[in-house]
C-alpha cells in the first residue's frame, strides 16, 4: 500500500513543475501577442515619424509574421530533437533584444529588422507551450491546455490594444517599446526556473528531416494549414492593424476606443479557444466545432466588412462573435498531432502554425496595398485618410479566406480525437 503510494505522490511535484513550465509558455505566447499587435496602436506615430503611408506601415507590421512563420518549420523540428527548455529562454532574450532594436530604431529598415527579429524568437512561444502540453500530459488533456494558452495569447492581443495605447500616449512608442523589452527578460528567467524536457528525438539531422518530410507529404497537414489560414486573416488583418484606423473613421470614436472595440476579437478568440478545445474533447471529433466556428468568422467578418454604419455595440458584438468562431484554429492543432507520427509533432506543429501566423505576412500588406490603390489623397496630421469603402473591398478578402477555410475542414479527416498516424 506504501509502496503504491510513494509513486504517486513523488509524481504530483513532478506534474506541478510540467504545469508551472506550461504557464511559462503561454506567458511566453501572451507576450508575443503584446508585441505582435502593438503597431496597430502606433500607426499615426509610425506615419508620422517616418513619413510613410500605409503600404508601409502593413510590411513593417508585417516583417513580424515574415520571422514568425519562417522560424516556424525549424522551431518545430528543434523542439522535437533539443526539447523546449533552452530554447523557450533564449527566444525570450532575443525578443527583449528585438524590442530594444524597435524603440532605438533611426530608420524604417531598422524599425523592420527589429520586428523581424521580435517574430523569429516570439515563434518559439506556443509552440514550446504546446510541446511542454505534449510531454508532460495526456492526449486527451491537450487540446484543453492548448485552448487554454491560446486563451493567455488572446488576452494579450487585448492588453496590447487599449492598454497599450495608454502607455504609447503617457510616454511615446519608443518608451513603451523600451518597457516591453523588460519582459522578454522575465520570461527568460521563468523558463529557465520552471521548463524541463521530457523527452527529445533521438538521432541526427538525416532522422529528423525525414520526419519533417513525411508531415509535409500528408495532404491532411495542409488542408487543416490552409483552414487555419482563413480563421487568424480576421485576427491578424482586422484586429491586428487595420481594425482601429477604419472604426475611427466608421464609428467617429478615439484611437483607444477603437482598439477597445477591436480588442473583442482578440476576447471572443480567448473564451472560444478553451470552450472549443473542452467540447472537442468532450464530443470525440474535431471537424463539427471547426467548421461551425469557421462559419461564425465568415458571417460575422462579412458584418464587419460590409456594413460601417452599424451602431458600435452591433460591432462590438461582430467583433467578439469572429474571434469566437476562429478560435476552432486550436483544433488545427490537436488533428495535425493526430494525423501524423507522435517523433514528427513539432515538425506538424511548425508547419501549421507556420502557415497560421503567416496570414500576418500575407494579409496585412496586401491589406495596406488595396487602401493605397483606393487612396484620394487625402491626409490628417500627415497621416493618409482612406474611405469606408475602401476598407469594406480590402476587408473582403479576409472574407473569401474564412470560406476557402470551410472547404478545407470538410475534406480533412476526422480524427475521433485519437492518434491515427
Not at 495532404?219 to 482586422?238: C, S
Not at 492593424?241 to 470614436?253: I, K, N, S
Not at 482578440?266 to 473542452?278: D, T
Not at 490628417?380 to 469594406?392: C, L
Amino acid at each position: 500500500m506504501n509502496a503504491e503510494r510513494e509513486p504517486r505522490a513523488a509524481a504530483h511535484p513532478i506534474l506541478r513543475l510540467a504545469l508551472y513550465g506550461w504557464a511559462t509558455g503561454a506567458l511566453f505566447f501572451f507576450y508575443a501577442w503584446i508585441l505582435r499587435v502593438a503597431p496597430s496602436v502606433m500607426i499615426d506615430e509610425l506615419m508620422r515619424d517616418f513619413a510613410v503611408g500605409a503600404a508601409a506601415v502593413g510590411n513593417l507590421s508585417a516583417f513580424y509574421f515574415y520571422g514568425y512563420a519562417g522560424m516556424q518549420i525549424p522551431v518545430g523540428l528543434l523542439m522535437d530533437r533539443f526539447g523546449p527548455r533552452r530554447l523557450m529562454t533564449v527566444a525570450a532574450l532575443g525578443c527583449a533584444a528585438g524590442c530594444l532594436l524597435f524603440a532605438l530604431a533611426p530608420t524604417l529598415w531598422v524599425l523592420s529588422l527589429g520586428r523581424f527579429l521580435i517574430g523569429a524568437t516570439a515563434a518559439f512561444s506556443l509552440v514550446g507551450a504546446m510541446t511542454v502540453a505534449g510531454q508532460w500530459f495526456s492526449p486527451a488533456r491537450f487540446a484543453l491546455l492548448s485552448g487554454l494558452a491560446m486563451m493567455l495569447g488572446m488576452a494579450g492581443g487585448v492588453f496590447g490594444q487599449a492598454p497599450l495605447r495608454l502607455l504609447v500616449d503617457g510616454l511615446d512608442w519608443r518608451q513603451a517599446s523600451l518597457a516591453l523589452a523588460g519582459g522578454g527578460v522575465l520570461l527568460a528567467l521563468a523558463a529557465v526556473a520552471t521548463v524541463r524536457d521530457k523527452s527529445r528525438t533521438l538521432g541526427g539531422l538525416r532522422q529528423v528531416m525525414a520526419g519533417l518530410a513525411q508531415v509535409g507529404r500528408n495532404r491532411q497537414t495542409w488542408l487543416i494549414a490552409i483552414a487555419g489560414l482563413g480563421t487568424t486573416g480576421p485576427l491578424l488583418g482586422f484586429a491586428g492593424l487595420w481594425g482601429v484606423p477604419y472604426l475611427v473613421l466608421t464609428q467617429g470614436v478615439d484611437r483607444t476606443t477603437a482598439a477597445g472595440v477591436t480588442s473583442m476579437v482578440f476576447i471572443g478568440w480567448g473564451v472560444g479557444a478553451p470552450v472549443i478545445g473542452w467540447l472537442s474533447d468532450r464530443i470525440g471529433r474535431r471537424k463539427p466545432p471547426f467548421v461551425l466556428g469557421l462559419m461564425l468568422t465568415a458571417i460575422a467578418m462579412a458584418g464587419l466588412a460590409w456594413a460601417p454604419g452599424l451602431p458600435l455595440w452591433a460591432v462590438s458584438a461582430l467583433c467578439f462573435l469572429c474571434g469566437f468562431g476562429g478560435s476552432g484554429q486550436i483544433l488545427g492543432f490537436a488533428a495535425v498531432r493526430e494525423l501524423n507520427p507522435p517523433a514528427a509533432a513539432g515538425a506538424a506543429l511548425g508547419i501549421v502554425n507556420g502557415v497560421v501566423t503567416g496570414a500576418g505576412a500575407l494579409y496585412q500588406p496586401l491589406l495596406g496595398w488595396l487602401l493605397d490603390l483606393a487612396w484620394t489623397g487625402e491626409l490628417a496630421d500627415g497621416a493618409r485618410v482612406y474611405a469606408p469603402a475602401a476598407y469594406s473591398t480590402a476587408f473582403s478578402v479576409l472574407v473569401a479566406g474564412a470560406v476557402v477555410g470551410i472547404a478545407c475542414i470538410l475534406l480533412m479527416r476526422e480524427t475521433r480525437c485519437r492518434q491515427s498516424a
